[in-house]
């Protein structure tokens, strides 16, 4: 059950935790759908696996950017969260 989040900061917290996670999600299905084209793209006499390589690359650079410039860091789910948190209440209580 999803409980109703109703703390700025938890809420912002967990929002950039999930944009993070979500670009490492993005990323591994980068690996794997690359990897399966350079394989197929080995067996014929052009390699054509480079092309959609660059391109998704490229996108995928920049929503890494995006992600980590907006939000900084990286690591798992809960711990992207506790320390989003812990910067979050930082800013809000200056002593």
Do not use: C
Request: proline share 3%.
């Amino acid at each position: 059950m999803h409980r109703h989040i109703t703390d700025p900061i938890e809420r912002q917290a967990r929002r950039r935790a999930g944009a993070k996670l979500g670009w490492y999600i993005h990323a591994g299905v980068y690996l794997a759908v690359n990897t399966l084209l350079a394989i197929l793209s080995s067996m014929g006499d052009r390699s054509w696996a480079v092309f959609p390589a660059v391109g998704w690359g490229l996108g995928l650079a920049i929503h890494g950017v995006v992600v980590f410039l907006a939000t900084g860091g990286g690591g798992l789910h809960q711990k992207m969260v506790d320390r989003e948190r812990q910067q979050l209440l930082a800013q809000r209580d200056p002593w």
